[in-house]
């Protein structure tokens, strides 16, 4: 059974600072997310999420957010036996004939990619494949969902032009 997005490496930033050395994903208990978790919830396939938050704009997004994609590669090669990075269709039923977590990586805001596309080929080639366009912060070409509930000014109407070339990508 495919699982939805999982927030474990954020987890694993602010509670280990991302050193998997001190971290037992088998007998975690500190998270909502640990192996046997996982086993016995017959996860086969999971988006990790790599999250930085929205005080990163304009700021290091793209670095942490590349932290946040060597965090997941790094529990894939550590925990072998469980979890196996993929990043397509195939590699997703090989994963699944071989009893392992298909691990597929999400990133949660566009501002992660610093308004860049280069940027985001650049995650691709690591593994990303999908991306929010926002989270909870508008970035220079597309507000996020709190416009819409009054809490933040629009920015973009929704996509600017930007947004929607973009979108091709």
């Not at 925990?79 to 039923?93: A, D, H, L, R």
């Not at 690591?126 to 629009?154: E, F, I, K």
């Amino acid at each position: 059974m495919p699982g939805r997005h999982n927030d474990l490496p954020w987890q694993l930033l602010l509670r280990y600072h991302n050193q998997l050395s001190k971290v037992d994903l088998y007998n975690l208990s500190e998270t909502q997310t640990n192996i046997p978790k996982l086993r016995t919830g017959l996860v086969g396939g999971q988006f990790w999420s790599a999250y930085t938050p929205c005080d990163t704009q304009y700021k290091d997004a793209v670095r942490q957010t590349l932290e946040q994609i060597d965090v997941i590669h790094r529990m894939c090669h550590k925990y072998p036996e469980t979890f196996q990075c993929v990043g397509s269709t195939k590699e997703i039923n090989a994963s699944f004939k071989n009893g392992k977590v298909a691990s597929l990586i999400g990133v949660e805001g566009g501002h992660s990619i610093d308004s860049n596309m280069a940027t985001l080929r650049l995650f691709y080639q690591l593994g990303v494949r999908y991306m929010t366009l926002t989270h909870s912060c508008n970035t220079p070409w597309a507000d996020n969902w709190l416009v819409d509930m009054g809490d933040d000014p629009a920015q973009s109407n929704g996509l600017s032009t930007y947004g929607k070339v973009s979108m091709c990508h």
